[in-house]
Structure formats: C-alpha cells, structure tokens
C-alpha cells in the first residue's frame, strides 16, 4: 500500500515567467513580471512558435531543471529514469530526474537541480536511507520522520562534462554548463545538468525508489509504493545507452518491460535550441540514437537422450 511522506501547500511556491534572447554562441534568459503560483504557472504553459532555432527573443512561462543522473553499480554505469504521470499532458513517461525552478533560486538552478535528486531519488539499504552530498552542500532530507536517513554515510554527487554553449541568467553565466533547450508545446526553458551519483564503499542491497508529487485536494502529496519503484535504470556501454531498462531491488537488477514505453520531451531531438516534440516512443529513441535492440536470448537446445550432462566446473578444476 503507498505510504504517505509528505505533504505541502502549493501557494508556498512562486516562480517568474521568463524572457529569453538565443544566438547561435549562447542563451541568455530572465525573470519577467510578478511572481506566479503553481497554478498561474500551468496556465501559462501553452505552446509558443519561434521561427528561427538559434536566433529568437521570446517570453516564457518557466523555468525548469533536469539531471541526467550517473549512477555507478558493480562496475557498470547507468541512467537514473523515473516514471511520471504527467495530468496537465494527459500520458505517462520516464523521464530525467526534474522540476520547476521557484523564483528565489531562479538564478541558481543547479540547487534545485541537487534538490530535486533528493526528493525524487531514494536509496535505500538494509541500515537505512542515503542522504547525499554535492561537494560542501549537503542535500535535504525531505522525508525525514517517515524515513531513516543514514548518519554515518551519504552518497555524493558531483559534475560531468559541460555543455559546450553558455548559458547565463542576466549577466551571470550558469556554472556545470547544463544543456539548454527551449520546449515550444509547454512555452518552458529548460536546463539539463549531467551529474554522476557515487555510492558509499558499504552499499549492499541497495534498493531504488521514487517519490514524486501529485496535487490532491489543493495539496501536494508525495508517496512511497513498494509495489511500484519508478524508479529505472539503462545501463551504459562505453558511456552510451543500451537498449535495456532495469529496476534494482536488494542488489538485484530486473529486467523492466519496454513494450509501448514513452520517453519524455527531454530525449527528444533537439533542433538548434529548440525542442518541438512532447514525447518520444523508446523504440523511435533507439532508432534517433543508432542503439541496436538487445538479441533475443535463445533458449537451450535440448541434449539428446543418453548425452552425458557436461562436467561442472569448480575450484579444484581448471577452467
């Protein structure tokens, strides 16, 4: 049964619209008008046009933030997805780790960024809950009370490679160099930090979960269901996605269904700065990234009656 971690009230948050200038050598963007709340904000997300993808001025709803998040698990590398029912767009995905920027952090999004991992992306090991790091700043413990963070040890996060265009928020120029892309159907702009999560040396039986926030009855409610994880891994190869999902339960990967999976906005392509899509199928993905679709695994061919089994190998034998 879901259990319940928190819940908040939406008029706590305030954002800004935005204007954003774009030229082919960087993106500038910043607060316009009077803050708005969470439900001014949804309003204002509809679709915008931007005739030419380098060089454009133009306003805003949001801001948003995303992280493709890094995680390293006996010895191979995987993308951190989370599953989301998006009500204002009426599907379901899996998405990077993400949210809305509030007003007073407008011009330091990589701290919602840090953030939003702490909400949305919990550890969990036979001692307890990791809390996290990300160099001197700890990171909240939203759920603390329902949840038992661990003292003694944390997870820490930390950069990857930038961006190569500069983006700046007035005349500040935004630090890790996220990726940046304007997504013309919700009139957003959107920053994608590539941070990579380093687990403690004592990690065993590490189980991934999420908890995201829903609106009911005029509040957001966060929960935890064992039951569903949503929380998803594709493992990489050489530093590129394969064509596998998986979810981690007590050390254990499983093998995740991808049949008629959706992938959000953010894996997209990308045309100059602009993002024109609001999702994609996992399989039109694969095909945009050259990713070749696992082989089917053959079952075993049956040995032919009076075959002898072969030996089994062990300790004393050599291979």
């Known amino acids: 049964m879901p259990r319940t971690l928190i819940r908040k009230d939406p008029s706590a948050f305030k954002t800004l619209p935005l204007f954003v200038e774009a030229t082919p050598d960087g993106l500038t963007y910043q607060g316009l008008g009077r803050p708005l709340n969470f439900r001014e904000m949804l309003a204002r997300r509809k679709a915008v046009a931007v005739s030419d993808n380098q060089r454009f001025a133009v306003e805003l709803a949001n801001l948003g933030v995303s992280v493709r998040l890094t995680l390293s698990w006996q010895g191979r590398d995987y993308w951190l997805l989370v599953r989301q029912r998006r009500l204002d767009r009426g599907d379901v995905v899996l998405k990077l780790i993400s949210g809305y920027v509030p007003a007073h952090e407008l011009n330091l999004p990589l701290l919602t960024a840090i953030q939003e991992v702490a909400e949305e992306c919990l550890l969990e090991t036979p001692e307890g809950w990791l809390a996290g790091r990300f160099g001197d700043t700890w990171l909240p ?14 997870f820490r996060l930390s950069p990857l490679s930038g961006a190569a265009r500069p983006v700046h928020c007035g005349k500040l120029t935004l630090l890790e160099r996220p ?17 990579c999560l380093e687990l403690p040396k004592e990690t065993r039986q590490l189980s991934l979960l999420h908890a995201d926030e829903h609106l009911e009855d005029g509040q957001l409610v966060a929960r935890l269901d064992r039951a569903r994880p949503d929380l998803y891994l594709i493992p990489l190869a050489q530093g590129r996605p394969t064509a596998e999902l998986f979810t981690l339960h007590k050390g254990q990967l499983k093998t995740a269904s991808t049949r008629g999976l959706w992938l959000a906005e953010s894996f997209a392509a ?11 199928r996992w399989k039109d993905w694969l095909r945009q990234q050259n990713i070749a679709a696992p082989a089917p695994k053959s079952p075993p061919r049956p040995r032919p009656p009076g075959t002898p089994a072969a030996p089994k190998l062990n300790a004393a034998q050599p291979g």
């Open 141 to 154: 413990t939203p759920y603390q009370g329902p949840l038992r963070y661990r003292e003694s040890v944390h």
């Open 179 to 195: 990726r940046a892309y304007v997504h013309l159907p919700t009139a957003s702009l959107q920053l994608v930090y590539d941070l």
């Open 270 to 280: 990308q045309d100059g700065w602009l993002v024109r899509d609001e999702r994609i």
